[in-house]
Protein backbone atom coordinates (compact mmCIF):
# COMPACT_ATOMS: atom_id res chain seq x y z
CA UNK A 1 0.00 0.00 0.00
CA UNK A 2 1.49 3.68 -0.47
CA UNK A 3 0.39 6.76 0.48
CA UNK A 4 2.01 10.37 0.21
CA UNK A 5 2.22 12.00 3.42
CA UNK A 6 2.74 16.04 3.84
CA UNK A 7 5.17 18.06 1.98
CA UNK A 8 8.23 19.20 3.58
CA UNK A 9 11.41 21.44 3.28
CA UNK A 10 14.28 20.97 3.33
CA UNK A 11 17.90 21.78 2.88
CA UNK A 12 18.93 25.57 2.02
CA UNK A 13 17.03 25.14 -1.49
CA UNK A 14 13.87 24.76 0.05
CA UNK A 15 13.20 21.56 -1.89
CA UNK A 16 9.71 19.44 -1.39
CA UNK A 17 9.42 16.19 -0.10
CA UNK A 18 6.74 13.28 0.00
CA UNK A 19 6.78 10.18 2.39
CA UNK A 20 6.07 7.36 0.05
CA UNK A 21 4.13 4.48 2.79
CA UNK A 22 5.18 1.36 3.25
CA UNK A 23 8.71 1.16 3.33
CA UNK A 24 8.36 5.05 4.93
CA UNK A 25 10.96 6.80 2.69
CA UNK A 26 11.34 10.26 1.44
CA UNK A 27 10.73 11.06 -2.12
CA UNK A 28 11.67 14.04 -4.01
CA UNK A 29 7.88 16.19 -4.79
CA UNK A 30 9.41 17.03 -8.38
CA UNK A 31 10.12 12.66 -8.84
CA UNK A 32 6.06 12.79 -7.49
CA UNK A 33 5.09 14.71 -9.78
CA UNK A 34 6.76 12.75 -12.48
CA UNK A 35 4.91 10.01 -11.66
CA UNK A 36 1.46 11.81 -11.97
CA UNK A 37 2.45 13.45 -15.55
CA UNK A 38 3.78 9.71 -16.42
CA UNK A 39 0.54 7.72 -15.31
CA UNK A 40 -1.84 10.39 -17.10
CA UNK A 41 -0.11 10.22 -20.26
CA UNK A 42 -0.82 6.42 -20.44
CA UNK A 43 -4.01 7.11 -19.01
CA UNK A 44 -4.78 9.41 -22.14
CA UNK A 45 -4.04 7.28 -24.53
CA UNK A 46 -6.25 4.59 -22.84
CA UNK A 47 -9.21 6.76 -23.38
CA UNK A 48 -8.90 7.67 -26.70
CA UNK A 49 -8.19 4.31 -28.04
CA UNK A 50 -11.14 3.32 -25.73
CA UNK A 51 -14.27 1.45 -27.43
CA UNK A 52 -16.19 4.29 -25.22
CA UNK A 53 -14.39 6.94 -27.16
CA UNK A 54 -14.95 5.35 -31.02
CA UNK A 55 -18.68 5.52 -29.34
CA UNK A 56 -18.77 9.10 -28.72
CA UNK A 57 -19.64 8.26 -24.94
CA UNK A 58 -16.55 9.58 -23.46
CA UNK A 59 -13.83 11.78 -24.35
CA UNK A 60 -10.98 13.81 -23.19
CA UNK A 61 -9.00 16.74 -23.95
CA UNK A 62 -6.21 18.52 -22.47
CA UNK A 63 -6.26 22.29 -21.63
CA UNK A 64 -2.43 22.86 -20.54
CA UNK A 65 0.76 20.84 -22.07
CA UNK A 66 1.64 19.68 -18.43
CA UNK A 67 -1.23 17.12 -17.96
CA UNK A 68 -2.05 18.94 -15.01
CA UNK A 69 -5.75 19.95 -16.11
CA UNK A 70 -8.19 17.89 -18.67
CA UNK A 71 -11.19 18.69 -20.10
CA UNK A 72 -13.79 15.84 -19.94
CA UNK A 73 -17.00 15.30 -21.49
CA UNK A 74 -19.78 12.17 -20.78
CA UNK A 75 -22.86 11.62 -23.18
CA UNK A 76 -26.38 11.79 -20.86
CA UNK A 77 -27.14 7.99 -20.83
CA UNK A 78 -29.71 6.31 -22.53
CA UNK A 79 -33.25 6.11 -20.98
CA UNK A 80 -32.28 8.99 -18.52
CA UNK A 81 -33.68 13.01 -18.57
CA UNK A 82 -30.11 13.31 -19.88
CA UNK A 83 -30.40 11.10 -23.03
CA UNK A 84 -28.92 13.07 -25.87
CA UNK A 85 -27.04 15.56 -24.01
CA UNK A 86 -23.17 16.41 -23.73
CA UNK A 87 -21.44 17.18 -20.51
CA UNK A 88 -18.12 18.85 -19.76
CA UNK A 89 -16.06 18.12 -16.87
CA UNK A 90 -13.51 19.72 -15.45
CA UNK A 91 -10.44 17.45 -14.67
CA UNK A 92 -7.78 18.67 -12.59
CA UNK A 93 -4.84 16.60 -11.56
CA UNK A 94 -2.99 16.54 -8.15
CA UNK A 95 0.95 15.99 -8.00
CA UNK A 96 0.11 13.07 -5.74
CA UNK A 97 -2.07 10.90 -8.61
CA UNK A 98 -2.63 8.24 -8.66
CA UNK A 99 -2.23 7.70 -4.79
CA UNK A 100 -4.76 10.64 -4.66
CA UNK A 101 -7.47 10.98 -6.58
CA UNK A 102 -8.37 13.67 -9.37
CA UNK A 103 -10.53 16.99 -8.91
CA UNK A 104 -13.04 16.45 -10.98
CA UNK A 105 -16.42 18.87 -11.47
CA UNK A 106 -19.04 18.96 -13.88
CA UNK A 107 -18.99 22.83 -16.43
CA UNK A 108 -22.66 22.09 -17.74
CA UNK A 109 -25.31 22.59 -15.51
CA UNK A 110 -27.15 19.32 -14.53
CA UNK A 111 -30.19 19.11 -12.64
CA UNK A 112 -28.71 16.00 -10.70
CA UNK A 113 -28.94 15.40 -6.62
CA UNK A 114 -25.13 14.61 -6.24
CA UNK A 115 -23.95 17.12 -8.45
CA UNK A 116 -24.46 20.72 -7.08
CA UNK A 117 -26.59 22.93 -9.43
CA UNK A 118 -25.09 26.09 -8.67
CA UNK A 119 -20.90 24.83 -8.17
CA UNK A 120 -21.04 21.61 -10.38
CA UNK A 121 -19.34 19.84 -7.28
CA UNK A 122 -19.85 16.04 -7.37
CA UNK A 123 -20.95 13.53 -4.90
CA UNK A 124 -18.81 10.43 -5.62
CA UNK A 125 -17.63 8.01 -3.29
CA UNK A 126 -14.58 7.08 -5.38
CA UNK A 127 -13.37 10.76 -5.98
CA UNK A 128 -13.12 11.04 -2.01
CA UNK A 129 -12.15 8.30 0.40
CA UNK A 130 -13.03 5.30 -2.19
CA UNK A 131 -10.05 6.34 -4.78
CA UNK A 132 -7.72 3.11 -5.82
CA UNK A 133 -4.71 4.19 -7.41
CA UNK A 134 -5.33 1.09 -9.72
CA UNK A 135 -8.46 3.58 -11.11
CA UNK A 136 -8.17 5.69 -14.22
CA UNK A 137 -9.66 8.57 -15.73
CA UNK A 138 -11.67 5.85 -17.85
CA UNK A 139 -12.89 4.06 -14.76
CA UNK A 140 -13.49 8.54 -13.42
CA UNK A 141 -15.67 9.31 -16.71
CA UNK A 142 -17.65 6.08 -16.88
CA UNK A 143 -18.42 6.29 -13.21
CA UNK A 144 -19.72 9.94 -13.60
CA UNK A 145 -21.63 8.40 -16.61
CA UNK A 146 -23.12 5.62 -14.51
CA UNK A 147 -23.77 8.23 -11.61
CA UNK A 148 -26.16 9.68 -14.11
CA UNK A 149 -27.72 6.85 -14.27
CA UNK A 150 -28.68 5.68 -10.63
CA UNK A 151 -29.11 9.02 -8.44
CA UNK A 152 -27.95 8.44 -4.80
CA UNK A 153 -30.58 10.87 -3.26
CA UNK A 154 -29.75 9.62 0.49
CA UNK A 155 -26.33 11.67 0.17
CA UNK A 156 -27.09 14.21 -2.29
CA UNK A 157 -24.84 17.06 -3.07
CA UNK A 158 -27.32 19.36 -3.67
CA UNK A 159 -30.59 18.65 -1.29
CA UNK A 160 -33.01 20.80 -3.57
CA UNK A 161 -32.82 18.33 -5.95
CA UNK A 162 -32.68 14.97 -3.66
CA UNK A 163 -36.16 16.56 -2.29
CA UNK A 164 -37.60 16.76 -5.59
CA UNK A 165 -36.57 13.61 -6.63
CA UNK A 166 -37.90 11.38 -3.58
CA UNK A 167 -41.15 13.53 -3.26
CA UNK A 168 -42.21 14.11 -6.96
CA UNK A 169 -40.17 11.76 -9.16
CA UNK A 170 -42.36 12.94 -12.63
CA UNK A 171 -41.26 16.85 -11.74
CA UNK A 172 -37.49 15.66 -11.20
CA UNK A 173 -37.27 13.98 -14.92
CA UNK A 174 -39.10 16.87 -16.52
CA UNK A 175 -36.66 19.12 -14.40
CA UNK A 176 -33.45 17.36 -15.30
CA UNK A 177 -34.65 17.25 -19.05
CA UNK A 178 -35.06 20.52 -19.54
CA UNK A 179 -31.87 21.36 -17.94
CA UNK A 180 -30.57 18.83 -20.08
CA UNK A 181 -31.77 20.74 -22.96
CA UNK A 182 -30.80 24.08 -22.17
CA UNK A 183 -27.37 23.41 -20.97
CA UNK A 184 -26.35 20.17 -22.48
CA UNK A 185 -28.01 20.19 -25.81
CA UNK A 186 -30.79 17.17 -25.20
CA UNK A 187 -33.79 17.49 -27.66
CA UNK A 188 -35.91 17.09 -25.38
CA UNK A 189 -37.99 19.22 -23.36
CA UNK A 190 -41.28 19.97 -21.57
CA UNK A 191 -43.35 23.00 -23.62
CA UNK A 192 -45.30 23.96 -20.12
CA UNK A 193 -41.91 24.69 -18.16
CA UNK A 194 -40.47 26.06 -21.07
CA UNK A 195 -43.63 28.64 -21.11
CA UNK A 196 -43.21 29.60 -17.60
CA UNK A 197 -38.99 30.25 -17.97
CA UNK A 198 -40.40 32.91 -21.48
CA UNK A 199 -43.11 34.34 -19.27
CA UNK A 200 -40.69 35.47 -16.11
CA UNK A 201 -37.86 36.21 -19.07
CA UNK A 202 -40.41 38.75 -20.94
CA UNK A 203 -40.15 40.64 -17.15
CA UNK A 204 -36.92 41.21 -17.28
CA UNK A 205 -35.38 38.55 -15.00
CA UNK A 206 -31.82 36.44 -16.25
CA UNK A 207 -32.84 33.37 -17.94
CA UNK A 208 -30.45 31.22 -15.72
CA UNK A 209 -31.44 32.71 -12.60
CA UNK A 210 -35.59 32.06 -13.25
CA UNK A 211 -34.60 28.64 -14.34
CA UNK A 212 -33.10 28.24 -11.03
CA UNK A 213 -36.18 29.66 -9.13
CA UNK A 214 -38.59 27.78 -10.88
CA UNK A 215 -36.65 24.81 -10.35
CA UNK A 216 -36.07 24.97 -7.06
CA UNK A 217 -39.54 26.21 -6.52
CA UNK A 218 -41.18 23.61 -8.09
CA UNK A 219 -41.87 25.33 -11.12
CA UNK A 220 -44.49 27.42 -9.06
CA UNK A 221 -44.67 30.64 -10.62
CA UNK A 222 -45.92 32.64 -7.84
CA UNK A 223 -43.17 31.58 -5.43
CA UNK A 224 -40.62 31.93 -7.87
CA UNK A 225 -41.21 35.30 -8.58
CA UNK A 226 -40.58 36.14 -5.14
CA UNK A 227 -37.21 34.10 -5.06
CA UNK A 228 -35.87 36.20 -7.90
CA UNK A 229 -36.94 39.91 -6.53
CA UNK A 230 -35.22 38.63 -3.25
CA UNK A 231 -32.11 38.61 -4.97
Known amino acids: PFWWGRELSSGSGGARWARLGGSGEWVPAAEMANIAVQRIKREFKEVLKSEETSKNQIKVDLVD ?22 YQLEIKIPET ?22 TGAICLDILKDQWAAAMTLRTVLLSLQALLAAAEPDDPQDAVVANQYKQNPEMFKQTARLWAHVYAGAPVSSPEYTKKIENLCAMGFDRNAVI ?8 DVETATELLLSN
Open 65 to 86: ENFTELRGEIAGPPDTPYEGGR
Open 97 to 118: YPFNPPKVRFITKIWHPNISSV
Open 212 to 219: VALSSKSW
